[in-house]
């Protein structure tokens, strides 16, 4: 219970992140490397926007102090980053449904066996 009491929130997003990088490198499936991507994008855009948390900052709309603003940049940064996110992943989930549909497979060894006849 110690070693939790040093950790921080963005030590979970990095977690997360090596948490995808494994997965992406060690499933033998296809639709878990997808998945596993996933993770991964999602770890990196949860520790940008935690790099820029400030407490107590509000939105910058009218009426909040220009000095109790948070700073709309990353916020805006990551939104962009979620819409790149998530078509890739659309884009491997359908690349994925043409090679299996073709070569009948979700292995990545058997699909590469089959790639090199």
Request: glycine share 8%; hydrophobic share 55%.
């Amino acid at each position: 219970m110690a070693l939790l009491e040093y950790l921080d929130i963005s030590d979970l997003a990095v977690g997360l992140f090596f948490i995808g990088l494994y997965g992406a490198m060690t499933q033998r499936n296809i639709i878990k490397t997808i998945m596993s991507v996933g993770i991964m994008d999602l770890a990196a855009v949860v520790f940008f926007m935690l790099a820029n948390y400030q407490d107590g900052a509000g939105p910058p709309i009218s009426g909040t102090p220009v000095d109790r603003m948070a700073d709309p940049v990353p916020q805006a940064l990551m939104i962009t980053a979620i819409v790149i996110g998530v078509s890739v992943i659309a884009m491997c989930l359908a690349t994925f449904m043409r090679v299996a549909y073709r070569y009948g497979t979700a292995d990545w060894n058997i699909l590469i066996r089959r790639l090199e006849k």
